[in-house]
């Protein structure tokens, strides 16, 4: 017989939903409480769930930018390491090369700024040209040629790095951003020919920074046809080594508050040095495991029918949804959709997803 506490005058009936059992079974485990109070064993099982979690999310929400910073160090070990260098595909793309999503019939030249080091940073484009700068979070900024302010015909531009409030000269196509690094990807047209698409690029591309425009530095070309090269972000505990890099480069607040928080959760704050202890690394290594699962179930299977052109029994997917690069609908992010493309795809414009001839 189970004896019931007097009711006294001031006794408040306490509803069950505000309270916490002696035990519950869940999917984390058994949680046990006194008086409320979580046990020491439980209070360790929840944390390493929530650090978990946190490691998780901070895992998805972070592959934009974890997809771009692979480009940027592969670009890097391959010798694009200043504005001024470029690789260019002189004879196309071959499968030596590891990038998502690029193809064997397209001319590619490629660089990346760092408008930490080089300040305002001008690119001079070629005429006939089609391309597009994308920040270190994976947003995009401008196109460049046809889809372009320039129209295709070639013009100077000038991308000015965060906070940047210096003088900004005439004569222009103006570009802020959010980021120092930058990502400029062009492309080249084929129809006179590969020779011809090449040649165009290597005699008339520029790009140097403001302060040199008086003596620009001589353009370095070096062809990535058949050379091996890695771009493609990983899937392991590296990628949040990596994120700690990028968030020690980038403005504090490149990424949001939000995803800002999921970082710090875990270790990765700005200007502090990131050394999980083997708790936490192991709970990386876990999370990262599991958040590489979840990014190729949302690739291979979604969810999302916004990703599905003709329905979920079709191969085919329209990976921009809508047409919004930021994978914002009514004011909500759609996060899986956000994971599809960046986990298997590269480049962000709206140009990408429009059906105009020779704009998209």
């Given amino acids: 017989m189970t004896t019931q506490p007097p009711k006294m005058k001031m006794t408040t009936d306490i509803p069950a939903s505000i309270t916490a059992p002696d035990k519950v079974e869940t999917s ?96 001079d484009l070629p005429p006939r040209m089609l391309g597009i700068l994308d920040d270190m979070a994976f947003l995009y900024m401008t196109d460049l040629g046809m889809a372009g302010p320039d129209k295709g015909k070639g013009g100077k531009f000038l991308v000015l790095p965060p ?34 698409a090449s040649d165009n690029i290597r005699d008339n591309l520029k790009l140097y920074p403001l302060s040199k425009k008086d003596n620009p530095p001589e353009m370095v070309f070096l062809n990535g046809s058949e050379k091996v090269i890695n771009t493609v ?13 990028v968030v020690q480069e980038e403005p504090a607040e490149f990424l949001g508050p939000e995803i800002k928080g999921q970082l710090a959760a875990i270790g990765i704050v700005k200007g502090q040095p990131f050394n999980p202890d083997a708790r936490m690394k192991k709970i990386l290594v876990d999370a990262a495991a599991i958040g590489n699962a979840a990014a190729r179930a949302i690739s291979f299977m979604p969810r999302n029918p916004g990703l599905y052109t003709y329905g979920k029994n079709s191969g085919w997917f329209k990976p921009i949804i809508s047409g919004d690069t930021t994978y914002t609908r009514n004011g909500a992010r759609e996060l899986e959709g956000r994971v599809f493309y960046h ?18």
Avoid: H
């Fill in 343 to 360: 986990f298997g795809y590269i480049c962000v414009s709206p140009a990408m997803a429009t059906t105009i001839p020779g704009a998209g």
């Fill in 28 to 123: 984390i485990g058994t949680l046990e409480y006194f008086d409320g109070v979580p046990t020491e064993k439980t209070v360790e099982t929840v944390y390493d769930y929530l650090d978990r979690s946190r490691a998780l999310e901070a895992f998805m929400n972070c592959i934009p930018a974890m997809s771009m910073y692979s480009i940027r160090e592969g670009q890097r070990d391959f010798g694009i390491d200043a504005c001024n260098k470029v690789i260019i595909y002189d004879t196309l793309l071959d499968s030596k090369s590891l990038w998502l999503t690029a193809n064997t019939s397209t001319m590619y030249a490629m660089s990346f700024l760092d408008l930490k080091n080089d300040g305002p940073t001008v690119i």
């Fill in 233 to 245: 972000l990983p899937n392991d505990y590296s990628f949040y080594e990596n994120l700690n890099a």
């Fill in 163 to 196: 906070g940047y409030e210096g003088e900004v000269p005439d004569g222009y196509f103006v570009v802020q951003s959010n980021t120092y690094g930058a990502w400029v990807f062009m492309r080249g047209y084929l129809d006179k020919g590969i020779k011809a």
